[in-house]
């Protein structure tokens, strides 16, 4: 019997659907392995956040989000890190980037709110005068009001709210009057 011969078309929609299973399989790969490492790098920052060396922490997570871009845990966690060394406005940005992830949990997103909060307010009392903080203060209050939507529970949120109030009750206080206006 004579083997038959494939027509050169055959063969090459062969060949052309093994290369796409080939280059397919292989981004696959490369993918998970960039998710492991910033898994990994992730991990490590934890351990060093935990034990108070923020620097190292924010080494690691900067390492796991040029691995994976978009591992929104190492953008939370580099905003907690950066906020504990006082860099205000870039944990802001970072928890601005955790907050663009659609499938977070409730719970998680009043986290992220919670914290940028922080940073706002922090940002604000930074300030020289209180009224140059008002806009910190007044992005706090609406952080803590969107958190306690997502987590109406939240005492340590609900006690912020008040403060961050009352920093801008302050910082609109010592606005300094438009010209022709009266007291």
């Given at each position: 019997i004579e083997?038959?011969?494939?027509?050169?078309?055959?063969?090459?929609?062969?060949?052309?659907?093994?290369?796409?299973?080939?280059?397919?399989?292989?981004?696959?790969?490369?993918?998970?392995?960039?998710?492991?490492?910033?898994?990994?790098?992730t991990r490590k920052g934890n351990h060093e956040y935990k034990a108070k060396h923020y620097d190292k922490a924010e080494v690691n997570y900067r390492r796991a989000l040029?691995?994976?871009?978009t591992a929104y845990r190492a953008h939370y966690n580099l905003g907690n890190t950066l906020y504990?060394?006082?860099?205000?406005?870039?944990?802001?940005?970072?928890?601005?980037?955790?907050?663009?992830?659609?499938d977070l949990n409730g719970k998680t997103r009043s986290r992220i709110l919670h914290n940028r909060g922080n940073s706002y307010l922090k940002a604000g009392l930074d300030k020289e005068n209180r009224a140059d903080g008002m806009k910190e203060f007044q992005n706090a209050v609406n952080d803590y009001q969107e958190a306690l939507k997502l987590n109406p529970k939240s005492e340590d949120t609900r006690y912020n709210l008040s403060y961050a109030k009352?920093?801008?009750?302050?910082?609109?206080?010592?606005?300094?009057?438009q010209s022709g206006q009266f007291q």
């Open positions: 083997k038959e011969q494939l027509a050169p078309t055959v063969v090459m929609k062969r060949l052309l659907y093994l290369s796409i299973i080939l280059i397919f399989t292989t981004l696959t790969v490369t993918a998970a392995a960039q998710s492991n490492v910033a898994r990994k790098e040029h691995d994976d871009s504990r060394q006082k860099k205000y406005d870039e944990a802001t940005q970072h928890f601005n980037q955790a907050l663009q992830y659609p009352k920093m801008l009750q302050q910082a609109q206080q010592q606005q300094p009057l």
